[in-house]
């Protein structure tokens, strides 16, 4: 196993200097090409926020701009926030928060063009819209192959790999509340009863569709965010002196100006950009599947939603995380998750914040399951109609979060990294050709606004674009295309 993970390392690290270099580039092209709308226009991502949703195709009310963002959000706000930043600063030193900072302030950028195109080329399923990446490929970019490649990396990694992350993660946590060791070869009978538990919750809400999944991220969502919030402020009141030292300490970090941990501003660096990306998914090509299922009156509303997502996760929660450890005077140099955030609130709040923070994991990870099975569920519905698949991929979906439960740690960190480099790779090429499309939609929208109108979107507005069917009255169902037609070419 610990050649196996050392192997799957390796590989992840060679992918990832090709990512820096896409993430960072695309980021930056995406700034400059929208005129910075993830900083410009914060106030305009709040008012939209509030939007009420129309009515789907089917008659009922829509998905509102709202539990669209929540159900992004429960995927965002997942164990990424607690374990993943722990790794971060344990093994990349405070200088890796600096890092996760900047890809956020980049990637707003790619998390506004990316949900818009989600929207702009959504389709009509048979309880309302879904879209994503894999959508606008093929209808905005006409590659078939690209959006079915997308579609199958997009399930592996967020369905099975991250799913297996976050029950990964919620066993580590509890095991810290119960006292139980589940280091490589302990704890099995542990890790199955908590893995069975997390398997049945899930199948609860999974088999209920995307009204369901959203109604329960809308309720959980805010509420478990403003709970760890809450705690880590406590904890800044309580270290108040220390903290103009921690912001040195994160700069220095930073900048290798004090190295920390070996490798100084390299390790920091990318340990930034890896759990940063993993945490805000900014540029991934996930939101824009949750982004897509809203009903709103123009396309750009979900990409100032998405886009205050990104902030949200990492301004936010995130933040909270890296200051509850550093103000805990950690030790460097050693991987270390959720455990490393549990211990830093005991020694600040005593040891019933271990079980508060039990308690927090499981359900920020149990709301991540949901969103990332939903992902996968959209891309599912994209290569298929087919309701044996659909069942098909529930059970090896609830068979990966069991699986979750009983392997390593570093091993499922490892096999996250490697997809998501994929993963992110193949959307930001596209979104960056289909910029020119989502600035066209912006200035649409930015035209409307400065005449004081509330902006609303059909199809003929921009003529030149097309297979915009959800938004120029042809709404048809066109879920599982993809094979549909490939089926088709063969009979011929």
Known sequence: MEQLTELVGTVGNWIWYVVFVVLVGTGLFLTVRTRAVQWRSIPEMFRVLGDPPGEDPDGKKGISSFRAFTVSAASRVGTGNIAGVAIAISTGGPGAVFWMWMIAAIGGASAFVESLLGQLYKRTGHHGYYGGPAYYMTHGLNAKWMGAWFAVIITITYAFVFNSVQANAIVDSMSSSFGVDVTPGNGMAFKVVVGLLLVILTSLIIFGGIRRISAVTQALVPAMA?????????????????????????????????????????????????????????????????????????????????????????????????????????????????????????????????????????????????????????????????????????????????????????????????????MATTNLIAIVLLSGVAVKVLKHYEAQRRRGEEPVFTGSDIPELKGLDAWDGSDVITTGAFWTQQLKTVKR
């Open 226 to 422: 403003l709970l760890y919030i809450a705690l880590g402020v406590i904890v800044i009141v309580m270290n108040i002196t220390e903290v103009p030292a921690m912001f040195m300490h994160i700069i220095e970090g930073a900048f290798g100006i004090r190295e920390f941990v070996s490798g100084g501003f390299a390790a920091a660096f990318m340990m930034g950009l890896r759990r940063g990306l993993f945490s805000n998914e900014a540029g991934m090509g996930s939101a824009p599947n949750a982004g897509a299922t809203a009903s709103i009156s123009h396309p750009a509303k979900q990409g100032y939603v998405q886009s205050l997502g990104v902030y949200f996760d990492t301004l936010l929660i995130c933040s909270m995380t890296a200051f509850i450890v550093l103000l805990s005077n950690p030790e460097y140099g050693t991987t270390q998750g959720a455990a490393l955030t549990q211990t830093a609130l005991a020694d600040q709040l005593g040891t019933w914040a271990i079980h508060f923070l039990s308690v927090a994991i499981f359900l920020f990870a149990y709301s991540s399951v949901i969103g990332n099975y939903f992902y996968g569920e959209a891309n599912i519905l994209f290569l298929t109609g087919s309701r044996k698949a659909m069942l098909a991929f529930r059970l090896v979906t609830l068979a990966f979060v069991m699986l979750g439960a009983v392997v390593a740690l570093d091993l499922v960190w490892a096999l996250a990294d490697v997809f998501m480099a994929f």
